[in-house]
Nanobody, 118 residues
């Protein structure tokens, strides 16, 4: 069973930076896609950024130029460097690891809270 754990959340002032980390353990198989989602109170969960295999990254418009997703493919480890944070970036950030062989399916972590104060 794949176990996904996020870390790195916290409280930061507007304009500040945070780096989130995610590890998907329990398998030696590399996830095809890993992604960050976020959910603000009272809102639906939304995609922040994703990366396929070890190279192809994509971002939602609201984080382009501010956030950078990166990955250690061999270790199923994912990062999200967040800069120029704004209060609207506040929410729980979730990591998702998608496997298409072996432990097929999408696996989610419990989330890490990011709070940006104005």
């Amino acid at each position: 069973q794949v176990h996904v754990v996020e870390s790195g959340g916290g409280l930061v002032q507007a304009g500040g930076s945070l780096r989130l980390s995610c590890s998907a353990s329990g398998t030696l198989i590399g996830a095809k896609t890993m992604a960050w989602y976020r959910q603000a109170p009272g809102k639906q969960r939304e995609l922040v950024a994703s990366i396929v295999n070890s190279a192809t990254a994509s971002y939602s418009d609201f984080v382009k130029g501010r956030f950078t997703i990166s990955r250690l493919y061999a270790k199923n480890t994912l990062f999200l460097q967040m800069s120029s944070l704004q209060p609207e970036d506040t929410g729980a950030y979730y990591c998702m690891a998608q496997f298409i062989v072996g432990p097929r399916g999408d696996f989610w972590g419990q989330g890490t809270q990011v709070t940006v104060s104005s």
